[in-house]
């Protein structure tokens, strides 16, 4: 198994916010090095989502090719972009696309392939 490379980043942040930070962590249960890591990780997520269902909005990408985007399964962003009121501009063909995609990952490349014929 590869061990994680981890390298440490330094901000300037307010006193309110470590204050904060602080609180934080004591409610969790975590130092505030781990709490960081925490916030930053899932931000880090949220905003991968949200670049991900702008590009799906926009039509520049099927939802398959968002949720790899985000780096999350499909089903994890069909539901992102239900929540968030995002309109299914669905083609037939995006449709077929991307079941023919999940078909093929999971193994079944001759239903794929009839799927798409």
Known sequence: MEAT?????????EDAVL???D?????????RPR????????GLQTARLDHAAGLYA????????????AEVSI??????VRERDVPAQRRAGDIRTDAAAMLIRNGHPDIAARLAG
Request: charged residues 30%; glycine residues 2%; aromatic residues 8%.
């Open 75 to 80: 089903y994890e962003m069909m539901a992102y």
């Open 19 to 21: 204050q904060a930070l």
């Open 58 to 69: 926009r039509r520049e990408v099927t939802l398959e090719r968002a949720a790899e985007v």
């Open 35 to 42: 709490l960081v890591r925490k916030l930053l990780s899932e």
């Open 23 to 31: 609180e934080v962590a004591g409610y969790y249960a975590l130092s």
């Open 5 to 13: 490379r981890v390298k440490t980043l330094s901000i300037p942040v």
